[in-house]
């Protein structure tokens, strides 16, 4: 069964919406704190577990993780809609996250969001590639272990699944994920550029053991 355009539009609209819900704002205010003027000032769940205690920081992932994944879920399982289609709703989340409405279209990197999407759709590839991530973790490598982690995600599925269409989102994730790390800057030299690529930082550093990176 297919349905007419507009259920397609509210259905990607319905995507950035939720994606756009800003948990990590959210959560530091229940705690009287404003989330975008502390730490890395990034609404995310690793600066809220920076802030907060891990415990806060956990809540925002596992939270920004569910508004990707149950939709995005529902709507592969149950609804028969062109693939096209499928593919904006499901990047819609990470859109919606990295640039809510709800705060001037700013917002955080869209990591724990993209798993979202990954986990429902893929989740022997996540399964694969987290454990890879938690050996860098273990290296005290995050930043670099979640760049291994998305591009290894595409390929995977092609292995796995294989099914074009997850690789098509699976690699689109990636190059959102990329774009909004090496973005989130005012330093677009080569040095920073290549940096904020593979270290997250303008400056190369040993990433901090954390494993939610907003």
């Known amino acids: 069964m297919y349905y007419n355009w507009w259920f397609y539009v509210l259905l990607i609209l319905s995507g950035y919406l939720i994606g756009s819900i800003p948990f990590a704002v959210i959560i ?26 891990f415990k806060f920081g956990l809540i925002v992932g596992l939270l920004d993780i569910l508004k990707s994944a149950i939709p995005v ?45 990954i986990i429902a759709l893929t989740p022997i590839s ?37 099914n074009e269409l997850y690789f098509t989102i699976a690699s689109i994730i990636w190059l959102l994920l990329v774009f909004r790390r090496i973005t989130c800057t005012s330093n677009y030299s080569k040095e920073a550029v290549i940096n904020k690529f593979i270290y997250d930082n303008e400056k190369k550093t040993v990433a901090k ?6």
Do not use: D, E
């Not at 879920?73 to 990047?91: C, D, K």
């Not at 050996?135 to 591009?151: D, N, W, Y």
């Not at 053991?209 to 907003?214: A, F, H």
């Open 28 to 53: 530091s205010k229940i705690k009287n704190i404003n989330i975008r003027k502390r730490g890395s000032k990034n609404p995310g769940a690793a600066n809220v577990a920076h802030t907060l205690g």
């Open 73 to 117: 879920f529902i709507v592969n399982r149950f609804l028969n809609i062109p693939l096209y289609v499928f593919v904006l709703f499901s990047i819609s989340f990470i859109l919606g996250h990295n640039y809510s409405i709800f705060l001037k279209f700013k917002g955080g990197k869209g990591v724990s969001t993209a798993m979202g999407v």
């Open 126 to 162: 996540y399964v694969i590639a987290m454990a890879v991530l938690i050996l860098f973790t273990i290296k005290k490598q995050v930043a670099p272990g979640m760049l291994v982690f998305f591009s290894l995600i595409p390929f995977l599925n092609l292995w796995l699944y294989h």
């Open 209 to 214: 053991i954390v494993s939610l990176k907003g």
